[in-house]
Structures are given as structure tokens and as C-alpha cells.
């Protein structure tokens, strides 16, 4: 079975400049480009690099095509809506086709190639795992931030190096539960891991590693200081405007800091131990719980190999239990 797809992808309607893996531009349009005041024009040096840059952008993008279109003939798959993966990886790409046709597109790998941008997924809103990990990323300012489906992001081995301009841009993602960031330059920054933690709650592993309570609980000390003392202020459901009485341990019971030992205490409260056992025990609230007394009930098997007036021997009772 043959495709019926003429097209699988393409690049109609980039007008992305180029940024060292952009879109391809021809040496006309470079040169007709208002240069700015002072600067030198376009030399055969500048020329010829361009031309390489462009032609280097075409093969890969061709490699992208060829790759899709077979994996599309391997699945048996003719309409584009009906991919829902699409395998790019170990491709030496630079460029990667729009694939904006691919709408139900759910995963996405383009590990290990040389991407240097992400424009190549305008459309594809029902993307929820995207693994982009060892390439050459400098930056994903919007081109991830519509992608609000995403569960599963891969940046790893990047070369990311803005945290806040990255972490903006997946702050949308109200879904995405899995992302690994590491060996990219921004997690060298100062409390790189609580501020991903506080600014993206959702995720649940960051770099492989599960958010622990107490990451949230430092983050959110560390970079949200005033709600947590409005929290902290809070009690029983209203705000306490007088700052809370200091609770103040028995003066009597209290020795100097240089002559502590032990649990804090010279001597026992009381004077010895069993003392304070019992001090503490007369203070604790009395409980008391009643059950049935199942031992003085006969068993069927009883009742049946003796008489009639041998039930009266049985009494039922109740047995009471109190304790502190």
C-alpha cells in the first residue's frame, strides 16, 4: 500500500529568521535585508556559509520526510490525522518540517539530533509526551507554551541556559507531571531545583527524581516567604492578629545549658522515676469501653450434648474496661 499524501510536511509559511537552525533562507533574501548603519555588507565568506546553512537544513529536512513517510508505510497508515507517533531520533537533524498536519499527534522523539529551536509544532495541541534530549536547544521561548497537553518533556542534554525564561514557558502546562532538565547549563543556577519545584506544583518527577513533601515545603518557604507567614498566622479559620504567646517550659524543671545531660533534666520531675510516671498517669483522660462477654455464651455443640436446665448455668455479661 503506497501513501496518497503528496506532502507529508513542509516549510510553506516559515518566516522565522534564522537563528542558526531556523528556517532556510535564500542568498536574495539576505541581501535585500535593510542593513543596519556602519555594518558591512554580505562578503562571498558570509555568502557561501549561508549557502551551506541553508543546504545543510534541506538535507535534514528531506531526512525528516523520508523517515516519516516510512514509518507511515510500515504502520499502513494513509492520512496524517491517524499518526499518533512519529520516531525523528539519530536523524543529524538541523531542521525539522512544520508538522502541523499531524493534529492527533500524541508522542513525539527527536532525540540526538542538532536542533538549535522548536518551530516546527504550531498545531499539534494534543502533543502529551515530547522528548527532545540531546540536541543542541539555546532556547524554547514561545514555542512550547501552547502546548498545554504535554505530561511527559524531555530537555535534558541542552543547552539551556535562561531558568526563568524556560520555566515560564511551561508554566501553562497544568499536566505535565514528568520533566528532566538536567545537563543543561541552568541547573548550575543557586536553588535551581526549589525554584522548578515552586513555580511548576505539578510536576511530579523532576530529572528523574520524585518531589518529596519537603522540597515543596523549602520551596515555598524559600520563594514565597509572606504567604507562608499569612499561613503560618492563620488558625481555626481566622486570622490571629496578636503574635502567638511563647510557650515557656517549668523554670523549676530546667537546668543550665552547661550541666545538660540526658532528656534536659538534672534530676527526674518528682523526684524518681515512679513519681513521675504516676504524676503523668493521674493526669491523662479516663477512658472506658464495654463488650460482651462471649466466654459465658455456650456454643451450639454445647447446648446440644446437654440438657435443657444446664443453660441456666450460662449467664451472659458484660465486662467493662477503663484505663487512662
Given at each position: 500500500m503506497?501513501?496518497?499524501?503528496?506532502?507529508?510536511?513542509?516549510?510553506?509559511?516559515?518566516?522565522?529568521?534564522?537563528?542558526?537552525g531556523?528556517?532556510?533562507?535564500?542568498?536574495?533574501?539576505?541581501q535585500?535585508?535593510?542593513?543596519?548603519?556602519?555594518?558591512v555588507?554580505?562578503t562571498r565568506?558570509n555568502?557561501?556559509?549561508?549557502s551551506?546553512?541553508n543546504?545543510?537544513?534541506?538535507?535534514?529536512?528531506?531526512?525528516?520526510?523520508?523517515?516519516?513517510?516510512?514509518q507511515?508505510?510500515?504502520?499502513?497508515?494513509?492520512?496524517n490525522?491517524?499518526?499518533?507517533?512519529?520516531?525523528?531520533?539519530?536523524?543529524?537533524?538541523?531542521?525539522?518540517?512544520?508538522?502541523?498536519?499531524?493534529?492527533n499527534?500524541?508522542?513525539?522523539w527527536?532525540?540526538?539530533n542538532?536542533?538549535?529551536?522548536?518551530?516546527?509544532?504550531?498545531?499539534n495541541?494534543?502533543?502529551?509526551?515530547?522528548?527532545?534530549?540531546?540536541?543542541?536547544?539555546?532556547?524554547?521561548?514561545?514555542?512550547?507554551?501552547?502546548?498545554?497537553g504535554?505530561?511527559?518533556?524531555?530537555?535534558?542534554?541542552?543547552?539551556l541556559?535562561?531558568?526563568?525564561?524556560?520555566?515560564?514557558?511551561?508554566?501553562?502546562?497544568?499536566?505535565?507531571q514528568?520533566?528532566?532538565?538536567?545537563?543543561?547549563?541552568?541547573?548550575?543556577?543557586?536553588?535551581y531545583?526549589?525554584?522548578?519545584?515552586?513555580?511548576?506544583?505539578?510536576v511530579?518527577?523532576?530529572?528523574?527524581s520524585l518531589?518529596?513533601?519537603?522540597?515543596?515545603?523549602?520551596?515555598?518557604?524559600?520563594?514565597?516567604?509572606?504567604?507562608?507567614r499569612?499561613?503560618?498566622?492563620?488558625g481555626?479559620?481566622?486570622?490571629?492578629?496578636d503574635?502567638?504567646?511563647?510557650?515557656?517550659?517549668?523554670?523549676?524543671?530546667?537546668i543550665?545549658?552547661?550541666?545538660e545531660?540526658?532528656?534536659?533534666?538534672?534530676?527526674?520531675?518528682?523526684?524518681?522515676?515512679?513519681?513521675?510516671?504516676?504524676?503523668?498517669?493521674?493526669?491523662?483522660?479516663?477512658?472506658?469501653?464495654?463488650?460482651?462477654?462471649?466466654?459465658?455464651?455456650?456454643?451450639?455443640?454445647?447446648?446440644?450434648?446437654?440438657?435443657?436446665s444446664?443453660?441456666?448455668?450460662?449467664?451472659?455479661?458484660?465486662?467493662?474496661?477503663?484505663?487512662?
Open positions: 503506497t501513501t496518497t499524501n503528496a506532502l507529508l510536511c513542509s516549510n510553506t509559511g516559515q518566516k522565522t529568521d534564522y537563528h542558526g531556523g528556517a532556510i533562507l535564500t542568498q536574495s533574501q539576505s535585500t535585508q535593510t542593513q543596519p548603519t556602519g555594518t555588507p554580505p565568506t555568502a557561501a556559509a549561508l551551506q546553512i543546504r545543510m537544513n534541506s538535507e535534514s529536512v528531506a531526512r525528516a520526510q523520508q523517515s516519516i513517510a516510512e507511515l508505510k510500515k504502520q499502513n497508515l494513509i492520512r490525522k491517524d499518526v499518533r507517533d512519529l520516531y525523528l531520533s539519530q536523524l543529524d537533524l538541523t531542521e525539522v518540517c512544520d508538522l502541523s498536519d499531524f493534529k499527534l500524541r508522542r513525539l527527536l532525540n540526538q542538532r536542533l538549535r529551536f522548536i518551530n516546527f509544532l504550531p498545531g495541541f494534543r502533543l502529551s509526551e515530547l522528548h527532545i534530549s540531546d540536541n543542541s536547544l539555546v532556547s524554547i521561548a514561545n514555542s512550547l507554551r501552547h502546548l498545554t504535554l505530561q511527559t518533556l524531555s530537555l535534558n542534554n541542552n543547552q541556559a535562561r531558568m526563568e525564561e524556560t520555566v515560564s514557558e511551561l508554566a501553562n502546562m497544568h499536566g505535565l514528568n520533566l528532566n532538565l538536567f545537563h543543561n547549563p541552568l541547573t548550575s543556577e543557586p536553588q531545583r526549589s525554584y522548578v519545584i515552586h513555580h511548576l506544583p505539578q511530579i518527577v523532576l530529572d528523574r518531589v518529596m513533601e519537603d522540597e515543596r515545603l523549602l520551596a515555598k518557604r524559600t520563594f514565597a516567604q509572606d504567604r507562608m499569612i499561613e503560618d498566622s492563620i481555626f479559620g481566622r486570622l490571629i492578629r503574635k502567638p504567646k511563647t510557650h515557656h517550659l517549668d523554670r523549676g524543671l530546667v543550665a545549658p552547661s550541666k545531660i540526658g532528656n534536659h533534666y538534672k534530676v527526674p520531675p518528682m523526684g524518681d522515676d515512679e513519681k513521675a510516671a504516676a504524676k503523668r498517669a493521674n493526669q491523662r483522660t479516663v477512658m472506658e469501653f464495654t463488650r460482651f462477654d462471649w466466654s459465658k455464651v455456650p456454643l451450639s455443640e454445647q447446648k446440644r450434648t446437654t440438657d435443657g444446664a443453660e441456666d448455668e450460662y449467664e451472659a455479661q458484660l465486662i467493662t474496661v477503663r484505663f487512662q
